[in-house]
């Protein structure tokens, strides 16, 4: 592929060190097959970018500031450009959601540079793309299998937290210490125990313990 033929590209993520790492990772790993033309923060920036750049891909964090990259694809549903979620949530509901909202695919951050870019040109080809593990259960929910009815379900204890809870809480029910999710998540260990301690207020549970089982039982994990 040539570079006037590279893949538009804008990286909406609000940790501005994760975007610099993902323009990076494909600036050295894509060169002439995608091209980062911008990065954006939160909802209006990432609808600005889309407006001003038309790219061929948004990669596309599910919880943004402002209403979350379901809001940034409502906001730009008549344009051309396809959306790939990359997200630290492999949560049913964030999966689901988001490509009931319109996205094309659902990857993990846990994804290699590699991998990343062959997701990319496989989106602007018009093929969907799933990190494996989601696959399966993204193929369940739109064959009407029972999943989406589980996200009924859930949906109104989630909507007690915010999108912030909702990150901290799946990776503390999956082990993390306070220490992990606050390296993953870019913040400092005294905000993840407010925010932890604000879940268990929310959702009514007294520990770590009681929230992996909340979580376990209603598929977060």
């Known amino acids: 592929m040539s570079d006037a033929a590279a893949i538009r590209v804008v990286v909406v993520d609000d940790h501005a060190m994760f975007r610099r790492g993902v323009s990076a990772e494909l600036a050295a790993t894509g060169a002439g097959r995608v091209e980062v033309v911008a990065e954006a923060a939160d909802v209006d920036e990432a609808v600005a970018a889309v407006a001003a750049h038309r790219p061929g891909v948004v ?9 979350g990259g379901a809001e940034v694809i409502r906001r730009t549903r008549d344009s051309e450009v396809r959306f790939l979620a990359l997200s630290v949530s ?24 590699p991998e990343l870019l062959d997701a990319i040109v496989r989106i602007a080809d018009g ?19 029972g999943i989406s009815a589980d ?16 990150e901290v809480m799946r990776l503390i029910a999956r082990g993390y210490s306070y220490k992990e ?9 005294k905000t993840v ?12 549970l007294s520990s ?7 979580a376990s039982d209603r598929r977060l994990l």
């Open 59 to 67: 990669l596309l964090d599910v919880h943004l500031p402002g209403g």
């Open 193 to 204: 125990e407010t925010h932890m301690s604000s879940v268990l207020r929310k959702l009514q």
């Open 90 to 113: 492999d949560a049913a509901e964030d999966v689901i959601g988001t490509i009931r909202g319109g996205a094309r695919g659902y990857v993990t951050k846990t994804i290699t540079g």
């Open 181 to 189: 999710v606050a390296k993953e998540l870019f913040i400092s260990i």
């Open 208 to 214: 770590r313990h009681e929230l992996t089982r909340w």
């Open 127 to 145: 093929d969907a793309v799933f990190s494996p593990r989601l696959a399966g259960f993204v193929l369940d929910a739109f064959a009407g299998a």
């Open 151 to 166: 996200l009924a379900s859930v949906d109104e204890d989630l909507d007690r937290l915010t999108e912030r809870e909702r």
